[in-house]
C-alpha cells in the first residue's frame, strides 16, 4: 500500500486517530510519518519505559524537597538510587522492588486508584466451586473404573473356578456399574 500523503513510498506505519468517536486510520511511510507529530516515537528518543515513568509522574518539573529525599533513597545490595530509577526506567536488581516499592505503589494509586489488579476472570477459568465439582467427579470416576477392573478379574476368577451363580452375579454387577458410569458421562 502506498503513502497517502507522498503517493511515492510503501506505507509501513498505520495512524489511527478517534475524533469524537469517529475513528479514521492513516497508511503513512515513515519519512511522512516523521513530518506528524509522531516524530519522538520514531527517533527511538522515546522508549516505553522513560513514557511509563512520566505516566506515573515519576518525573516532574518542580521537584520539591520531598521528591528530592526520595530521589536520595538508595538501595543496600545493588546502590541504585530512586533518582536513578527515575532517569533509567529500570531497577538494579530485585531487592530495589521492595525498597522503592512504597514509592511505587503512590504512584500507582494515584494513577489507576488502586494498587492491585482487579480485573475480569477468563471466560475458559473455572470457579473454585466448579474446580472441586471435578476433582471430586474424577476421583469418583476413578474409583469407578476400579470397582469395574476389580469385578472382571472376579468374574474371570469365578469362570476358571466354574462357579456360574458367583459368575452371574458378577456379570450382573458389571453391568450396572457400567450403565452408571454412562449415565454420569
Known amino acids: 500500500m502506498l503513502c497517502e500523503k507522498c503517493k511515492i ?5 498505520i495512524l ?18 516523521s513530518q506528524t ?3 519522538p516515537f520514531l527517533d527511538g528518543d522515546f522508549p516505553f519505559a522513560k513514557m511509563l ?26 546502590h541504585t538510587t530512586y533518582g536513578d530509577f527515575i532517569k533509567n ?10 525498597t522503592f516499592g512504597l514509592l511505587l505503589d503512590n ?28 476433582v471430586a467427579y474424577e476421583k469418583e470416576r476413578e474409583d469407578q473404573q476400579e470397582q469395574l477392573e476389580i469385578l472382571q478379574s472376579r468374574l474371570q ?11 452371574a452375579r458378577y456379570r450382573d454387577e458389571i ?3 457400567k450403565e452408571r458410569m454412562n449415565a454420569d458421562a
Do not use: W
Not at 468517536?21 to 503513512?28: R, S, V, Y
Not at 506515573?56 to 520531598?66: F, K, M, N, T
Not at 476368577?157 to 459368575?167: F, G, L
Open 89 to 98: 526506567s529500570r531497577f538494579g536488581c530485585a531487592d530495589c522492588y521492595d
Open 16 to 33: 489511527t486517530e478517534v475524533v469524537n468517536g469517529i475513528k479514521t486510520e492513516h497508511n503513512l511511510c515513515s519519512q511522512c510519518a
Open 107 to 134: 504512584n500507582m494509586k494515584k494513577l489507576h486508584g488502586n494498587d492491585t489488579h482487579v480485573g475480569k476472570r477468563p471466560k475458559f477459568q473455572p470457579s473454585e466451586k466448579s474446580y472441586e465439582k471435578t
Open 9 to 13: 513510498r510503501e506505507a509501513n506505519i
Open 175 to 177: 453391568k450396572l456399574l
Open 53 to 78: 515513568s512520566g505516566i506515573l509522574g515519576l518525573q516532574s518539573e518542580a521537584i520539591d524537597e520531598q521528591t528530592e529525599k526520595m530521589n536520595q533513597l538508595v538501595c543496600p545490595t545493588c
Open 37 to 39: 507529530q509522531l516524530k
Open 157 to 167: 476368577e469365578a469362570i476358571r473356578e466354574e462357579e456360574y451363580e458367583s459368575a
